[in-house]
């Protein structure tokens, strides 16, 4: 997948939040060199933060259990306050066990200027985007 320093010129949020897509660049002397999309699918929770100036230095996959030791108590906090995580349940072991039940998987995603976020998704994919850069920079 192409995303190593990458900036993140967006992410859209389509399916009433079930799909996610980052829309990344990488430029060349001011210019856009190459476009790359990445599409998380069967999205169940996500957080994205600091997005502004964002240049992603790694997207990896994480066991879904250490993901939710470093975000479940948010996770958590936020269900009380804004509800809207499917298969939500506040017993963690048991949030994790249908997590893993249904076929989910965790990824971080870190920032060289301040970005950093999570995605709770079954699938993640490099997508083509339509305008498909032809020029070398």
């Not at 900036?7 to 210019?31: F, K, M, N, P, W």
């Not at 856009?32 to 994205?48: C, N, R, T």
């Not at 790694?58 to 936020?78: C, F, P, T």
Request: glycine share 10%; aromatic share 12%.
């Amino acid at each position: 997948m192409r995303y190593h320093d990458y900036h993140l010129e967006g992410y859209e949020v389509r399916d009433s939040g079930g799909t996610i897509v980052l829309h990344l660049a990488s430029h060349c002397q001011g210019q856009v060199e190459d476009e790359s999309l990445i599409e998380f699918s069967g999205v169940a929770a996500y957080q994205f933060v600091h997005t502004g100036g964002a240049i992603i230095t790694d997207l990896a996959e994480i066991q879904i259990g250490n993901l939710l030791k470093q975000v479940g108590a948010r996770l958590s906090e936020w269900w009380h306050r804004h509800g809207g995580y499917p298969m939500w349940d506040d017993d963690q072991e048991k949030y994790l066990a249908n997590l893993l039940r249904d076929g989910y998987r965790g990824w971080t995603i870190y920032s060289a200027i301040g970005f950093e976020g999570f995605v709770i998704a079954k699938a993640i994919a490099q997508k083509e985007p339509n305008n498909a850069m032809e020029d070398d920079c």
